[in-house]
């Protein structure tokens, strides 16, 4: 039964997000690896809704918006190894310069079910949304990929023209990599000359 509610003013216009999960789980493991440790977690959510809803505008040039996302169930799996649990409690610049990389590697798995966007044009649904992260740490080697699969799109009647209706997929998949880039280079300059006896640090 968890719920969040939030208003932001941008320029007099207040844009209302409210969230309401009706149940989230967490668990996660360690296992001592070497000078670290290993694990996994897992998460579960079940009864996500969220509704963004902005004001007309006062002349009349903009109409009053409502967007409802809904989903009935979610989860992440994820793994981690050579995680220093010490080098992140201890997250002080003294502390990191002799602890780097904090992780060796991670990898997740995000899943959402039944995902429906209700907006003034109709309903856009989803059968299930899969977001696949695997990285490693701050290292001079560094790599990243993200990839992103859906299955079971729908779109509201009308959304786009009848002679496009079978170019549009119900499932695809989008996989994006980077590799070859440094994160420990910049990330040790930035220890090297981080003083926290200044005024500011």
Not at 112 to 132: K, N, Y
Request: proline content about 7%.
């Amino acid at each position: 039964d968890f719920t969040f509610d939030q208003t932001v003013i941008d320029k007099g216009a207040p844009t209302k997000v409210s969230y309401a999960i009706a149940k989230i789980q967490y668990e996660t493991t360690l296992a001592a690896a070497g000078d670290g440790a290993d694990g996994t977690s897992k998460a579960t959510m079940s009864g996500l809704k969220e509704t963004v809803s902005t004001p007309g505008a006062p002349d009349g040039s903009m109409p009053p918006m409502e967007f409802v996302v809904t989903a009935a169930t979610g989860g992440q799996d994820s793994t981690f190894k050579g995680l220093k649990p010490r080098a992140i409690l201890d997250i002080m610049a003294w502390a990191v310069a002799h602890a780097m990389p904090v992780f060796q590697s991670f990898s997740g798995v995000t899943t959402i079910d039944q995902m429906t966007v209700g907006t003034m044009a109709g309903q856009f649904g989803l059968d299930r949304l899969e977001v696949t992260v695997d990285g490693n740490g701050v290292v001079d080697e560094g790599r990243l990929r993200e990839m992103f699969k859906v299955s079971g799109l729908t779109l509201p009647e009308g959304a786009i023209p009848p002679f496009a209706t079978g170019l549009v997929p119900t499932s695809f998949t989008l996989d994006f990599n980077i590799a070859d880039f440094n994160l420990a280079a910049p990330a040790r300059i930035f220890i090297d000359n981080f003083d926290l006896s200044q005024d500011p640090p």
